[in-house]
């Protein structure tokens, strides 16, 4: 019996639609959010200040050479501000550790009250802190970034959360509502519902290659249902 191609190519081209004709919505909705939101505001730049530079007088400060003493593992050695005071800043394997640029002290961890004040100094809008928790486990937007690490939420309609270190203060990253909305599309539009970060996961690859049948099927189809003149008997 004669394989009947346009009736198979039909219901090929149906059954793909039915398939991943959902996925192909998603990636299109998807995409255009992508597209139509500016990667800068995703990023929440317009959430943070820009630092303040001020010069620092380096006669009155302890050699990095005493710092070193006192942290012997440090891979690097840098002077910073903190809390609007000159400081020396160790990397350590263990993390970053503080010391008083004037006494070489040791600065400890902050507490609440100064990481609100560090954020508060940060964040560029008006809102009130409506929560601030040190989290040793990361949720879901931090999942690339290991804790511990301070969560400061502020008052706002787009929920601005930023998070910040434990040890120096210093901005770890940011979020809000239109990131978190971007993080959930991205993860529709490459199919990881897991980490949302592997591109090239099998089933992403599995519905491209569907809905790139699909799309062949369509044209095919389409090509079909033009009419062809006859040739004229002679």
């Known amino acids: ?51 303040v530079v001020a010069p620092i007088d380096l006669a009155s400060f ?34 970053p550790r503080l010391f008083d640029a004037g006494s070489g002290q040791p600065i400890p961890d902050l ?25 040793t486990t990361a949720p879901l937007e931090m999942q690339a970034r290991k804790p511990p690490y301070w969560q400061v939420e502020f008052d706002a309609w787009n929920r601005p959360t930023l998070y910040l270190s434990p040890q120096t203060g210093e901005l770890i990253s940011r979020r809000h509502a239109l990131w978190r909305v971007f993080d959930f599309a991205w993860m529709l539009h490459i199919m990881d519902y897991d980490d949302r970060s592997d591109v ?16 062949l099927a369509g044209a095919w189809l389409l090509l079909w249902s033009f009419p062809r003149r006859r040739k004229k008997k002679a």
């Open 62 to 95: 302890v050699p990095p050479a005493r710092i070193v003493q006192s942290a012997p593992d440090a891979s690097e050695i840098r002077l910073q501000r903190f809390m609007n005071q000159p400081v020396w800043r160790a990397q350590t394997p263990a993390g």
């Open 1 to 51: 019996m004669a394989i009947r191609w346009p009736l198979v190519i039909r219901r090929t081209h149906k059954w793909l639609a039915l398939i991943v004709g959902v996925q192909v919505l998603l990636w299109t909705l998807t995409g255009f959010y992508m597209v139509a939101v500016h990667i800068d505001i995703i990023h929440g730049d317009d959430l943070v200040r820009p630092p």
């Open 200 to 215: 090239n996961n099998p089933l992403l690859r599995v519905a491209t290659w569907s809905a790139l049948a699909m799309a």
């Open 111 to 135: 507490s609440e009250a100064q990481i609100r004040a560090a954020a508060r100094r940060i964040y560029s809008g008006t809102g009130d802190i409506v929560a601030a928790r040190l989290l």
